[in-house]
DNA sequence: TCTTATACCGGTATTTGTATCACGGTCGGG
DNA sequence: CCCGACCGTGATACAAATACCGGTATAAGA
């Protein structure tokens, strides 16, 4: 085994970082969203379902451009739960 | 074709990424900062030298929070240079 | 000189991201 | 009721990211 296989607590932060995508989103629908960002609707779509828990820095740009979202806060959002550690679940 | 083949452009954004990642890290050594941001020596060597244009958000994320750097000055250093009318109408 | 540490490079293996294809569900108009 | 459009979704295909191995080159120190 060469490369990790994203560790279950990186696919939940996936999921909170599809979730914040989401809801950032609000009203608007995918398509449009994605098409702001210059992305197909099925990426951004993996990636708000968390079915794609570490895509590639520019497309989040993109998104974050296209939402007006900080990437700052967007990785600051997904970044406290791991400093304290998976809630026992 | 199923997956766009990385153009030359974006090549060309890794390579200023990653050049911008080299300078950020100053005198301190590549494994050192790999190590601060939790990825391999390699995968830092392969980002700063631009063999690796499209890196993963989250691997960015914890390189620039190793380097001090801003995740959108980053970001904005990369887009302003060449512009991508690609995205936003 | 020899050893050590750092960085670079090639190849390899595995996992993942991204895009295209095709389907079902919902809504509004005819 | 039927149909087309829009949206979200699953399956599939390919390119790329990450990690590990070995080897090489340069510079500093014993």
Redesign the interface.
């Given at each position: 085994m060469v490369r990790t296989p994203l560790t279950p607590w990186?696919r939940e932060?996936g999921e909170r970082f599809g979730a914040l995508l989401r809801d950032a989103r609000g009203g608007r629908s995918m398509v449009e969203v994605a098409?702001?960002?210059?992305v197909s609707a099925e990426t951004l779509r993996k990636i708000e379902t968390g079915r794609a828990p570490?895509?590639?820095?520019?497309?989040?740009?993109?998104l974050?451009?296209?939402l007006d979202l900080?990437?700052?806060e967007?990785?600051a959002a997904?970044?406290l739960p791991d400093d304290g550690q998976a809630l026992s679940a």
């Open positions: 990186e932060r098409a702001a960002a210059g570490t895509p590639s820095f520019f497309t989040i740009a993109a974050a451009f296209a900080s990437l700052d967007l990785a997904c970044a």
